[in-house]
């Protein structure tokens, strides 16, 4: 195989005041995600926090990856919720 059509699933395990930033005004920002990474992004919602599920190839996974993680954790912008 040459990369092509190899799927594979991922997850990232976040607080759950994480998720409302994941998510975005009406979903805009996981839609935003989607689209950029191409991976496919699905948010089970946990009472203890939430679990990112990723599916996609190993690019786009790593994509989705990387983006989330910008989103969740904000460079110290004092950004306090």
């Not at 920002?29 to 190993?58: F, H, N």
Request: net charge negative; proline share 4%; hydrophobic share 30%.
């Amino acid at each position: 195989a040459n990369g092509h059509g190899s799927m594979l699933q991922d997850h990232l395990e976040l607080p759950s005041a994480a998720t409302g930033r994941i998510i975005g005004m009406g979903g805009r920002q996981i839609s935003e995600l989607r689209q950029r990474s191409g991976a496919q992004i699905d948010i089970d919602k946990a009472p203890t926090g939430c679990r990112i599920r990723i599916v996609g190839t190993q690019e786009q996974v790593k994509s989705a990856k990387e983006l989330i993680t910008q989103i969740a954790e904000p460079s110290t912008e004092g950004e306090t919720m």
